[in-house]
């Protein structure tokens, strides 16, 4: 091999492996639009309006900043913080908030989790998926208990499912 063609492939591998390092330097990825974010925070309030609740609602993007917040006019001060909370704590985790609640009771290996900051182990915290990616989170405060939080936030997700798939 000459001279010159070893300088020729030393060059075209430098500006190989600057193209792979410059394709894993830039992610890509799904989230939700504003516009989505709010018709999937209207189902869900309009759920639970449904089952005779009000709530406040949250929907969080998939690093946990909120996105919508609708709270109902009778809904309690604090089922603001609560939702926004429990949105936040199912994206952080991409896990549902009962699921975190069941595997993080005291004297579990998870049971510091509890005592993270801003973190709302109750249920009414879901995750928002399609196509296999995280989108965000919806969380939900207000009704008599986390199971019909959670229900509602189930319910709402259902409604925009078809928007979800893209």
Same mark, same amino acid.
């Given at each position: +091999? *000459?001279v ?12 190989? /492996?600057?193209?792979a390092?410059?394709? %894993?330097a $830039? ?6 639009? @504003? ?10 309030l /309009? ?8 709530? *406040? ?21 604090h089922?603001?913080?609560?939702a926004?909370?429990?949105a936040?704590? &199912? /994206?952080?985790?991409? *896990?549902?908030?009962? %699921?975190?609640? &069941?595997?993080? =009771? @005291?004297? +579990?290996m =998870?049971a510091?989790?509890?005592?993270? @900051? ?5 249920? #009414? #915290?879901?995750?928002? %998926? ?7 989170a ?5 009704? @008599?208990?986390?199971? &019909?939080d959670?229900?509602? /936030?189930k319910? #709402? $997700?259902?409604?925009v ?6």
């Amino acid at each position: +091999m *000459t001279v010159r063609n070893l300088l020729a492939a030393t060059a075209i591998s430098s500006l190989l /492996a600057s193209a792979a390092a410059a394709q %894993e330097a $830039i992610v890509t990825y799904k989230s939700l639009s @504003p516009e989505l974010a709010l018709d999937l925070a209207r189902a869900t309030l /309009a759920d639970c309006r449904k089952r005779g609740f009000q709530v *406040t609602v949250a929907v969080v993007d998939r690093f946990g900043v909120t996105q919508v917040l609708l709270r109902d006019r009778f809904a309690g001060p604090h089922t603001v913080s609560t939702a926004s909370g429990k949105a936040w704590t &199912a /994206a952080s985790f991409r *896990t549902s908030t009962t %699921e975190l609640n &069941a595997i993080s =009771q @005291p004297g +579990m290996m =998870q049971a510091g989790i509890r005592n993270l @900051p801003g973190a709302v182990i109750v249920g #009414g #915290g879901v995750t928002v %998926e399609a196509a296999g990616s995280l989108l965000g989170a919806v969380g939900v405060s207000g009704a @008599p208990g986390g199971d &019909a939080d959670e229900a509602c /936030a189930k319910a #709402g $997700i259902d409604a925009v499912r078809d928007k979800l798939d893209f």
